[in-house]
């Protein structure tokens, strides 16, 4: 008998930002299509962005209409555009006023956060998106591998040290 896939809830997002990262690991990303059609994706790597204090995160820079939704309690989807035609998807974490959220930078079969946005059709709308109750994209609970490795992030040498050697990347091992 096949049990059904358990939903993450907002419970789970709601916790330290680099043990959500790193719990990602291996999770469904569940995304249902305009035209009806329901894809599973395994999470393959992440990247953790910790509150205001981290100068690699968004929210360094203040609350503004960009960062917005990252104050919010976790749970949420953060989208963002870059290089004016990247989707990039993140989930927001903590408590409301933290403002930290997990960048998803691989999927299986797509590695690169703006190739899985392309891959998701992310847009706009999926701003501040509740992963708890979204009909379009969700989570679901999957075994956290045993072998991971962690590494810097990528690309925020504007940040600056020591923002930029902390291994606050995570990447599932043997994809």
Not at 48 to 53: K, S
Not at 103 to 119: A, H, M, T, V
Request: proline letters at 5%; aromatic letters at 12%.
């Amino acid at each position: 008998m096949n049990a059904t896939p358990k939903r993450l809830t907002a419970t789970f997002f709601r916790r330290d930002t680099l043990e959500v990262a790193r719990e990602l690991l291996g999770k469904t990303l569940v995304r249902a299509f305009d035209n009806g059609e329901l894809r599973h994706y395994q999470i393959t790597e992440t990247e953790a962005y910790c509150g205001q204090e981290d100068l690699a995160c968004h929210a360094s820079k203040g609350r503004t209409k960009r960062t917005e939704i990252m104050f919010h309690p976790g749970g949420l989807v953060y989208v963002y555009l870059i290089y004016g035609q990247y989707w990039l998807l993140n989930f927001v974490t903590e408590k409301e006023g933290e403002a930290s959220a997990v960048l998803i930078r691989g999927l299986k079969g797509f590695d690169g956060p703006g190739r899985l946005g392309r891959e998701l059709q992310l847009d706009q709308t999926f701003y501040g998106e509740d992963l708890n109750n979204s009909s379009r994209i969700w989570l679901e609970d999957a075994p956290t591998p045993q072998q991971l490795q962690t590494t810097p992030r990528i690309g925020i040498h504007y940040a600056g040290e020591p923002w930029t050697s902390h291994p606050w990347r995570f990447c599932m091992i043997n994809q």
